[in-house]
């Protein structure tokens, strides 16, 4: 074990999906179901992994802010977003020190991004509704070199997966089921 990850495990999964590429294969997805006003509940579906049905049983509450029409009883969507986005590089950044034999004793990701709420509101057909640019600031305490970190940071601009989402335009397929809830 290394910055409490199982090594000998990340190196069987790593290798049984250069064995077999579709055990490198997820399938993720969540159900929302509307509360009240802005407040949502959203479940978690169970995930394929590869050949694996993993039951994944998890529900969270969305909300906005009063502001924004919202009682502020939960995160809104955009600190889910971001929250996942984060949780996502750490686990890269993480998994690349441990593959790298560092050890880490403290790790801190920060990300800030400011919306223009007007196109949100559709005031102005000029104003993306998305967030334009995201900063992030890793903060790393452990034995690492400052050049193994950059290496580290390289690599989560490379293979996180929401990461990678986020910067590359991804295909939305949606379509509208009216009257279809019982």
């Given at each position: 074990m290394l910055n409490n990850i199982n090594i000998a495990g990340l190196s069987e999964y790593t290798n049984e999906v250069k064995e077999n590429n579709i055990q490198g294969k997820a399938s993720y997805g969540v159900e929302?179901?509307?509360?009240?006003?802005t407040k949502?509940?959203?479940?978690?579906?169970?995930?394929?992994?590869g050949e694996h049905k993993l039951i994944r049983d998890f529900n969270f509450t969305i909300d906005e802010p009063t502001q924004l029409l919202g009682v502020n009883c939960a995160p809104n969507p955009a600190e889910y977003m971001l929250g996942g986005l984060a949780g996502c590089m750490a686990v890269t950044f993480m998994a690349g020190a441990t593959a790298m034999a560092i050890e880490i004793d403290q790790l801190k990701l920060e990300i800030d991004g400011e919306l223009d709420l007007q196109g949100f509101l559709g005031l102005n057909t000029n104003s993306d509704a998305g967030f334009p640019e995201l900063k992030f600031i890793f903060h790393v305490k452990g034995n690492g070199t400052q050049e193994q970190y950059n290496t580290l940071m390289n690599r989560v601009t490379k293979h996180s997966p929401n990461f990678n989402t986020i910067r590359n335009e991804v295909k939305m397929v949606g379509e509208l089921k009216d009257n279809a809830l019982k």
């Amino acid at each position: 074990m290394l910055n409490n990850i199982n090594i000998a495990g990340l190196s069987e999964y790593t290798n049984e999906v250069k064995e077999n590429n579709i055990q490198g294969k997820a399938s993720y997805g969540v159900e929302l179901n509307w509360e009240s006003g802005t407040k949502t509940t959203v479940s978690t579906k169970n995930m394929i992994l590869g050949e694996h049905k993993l039951i994944r049983d998890f529900n969270f509450t969305i909300d906005e802010p009063t502001q924004l029409l919202g009682v502020n009883c939960a995160p809104n969507p955009a600190e889910y977003m971001l929250g996942g986005l984060a949780g996502c590089m750490a686990v890269t950044f993480m998994a690349g020190a441990t593959a790298m034999a560092i050890e880490i004793d403290q790790l801190k990701l920060e990300i800030d991004g400011e919306l223009d709420l007007q196109g949100f509101l559709g005031l102005n057909t000029n104003s993306d509704a998305g967030f334009p640019e995201l900063k992030f600031i890793f903060h790393v305490k452990g034995n690492g070199t400052q050049e193994q970190y950059n290496t580290l940071m390289n690599r989560v601009t490379k293979h996180s997966p929401n990461f990678n989402t986020i910067r590359n335009e991804v295909k939305m397929v949606g379509e509208l089921k009216d009257n279809a809830l019982k």
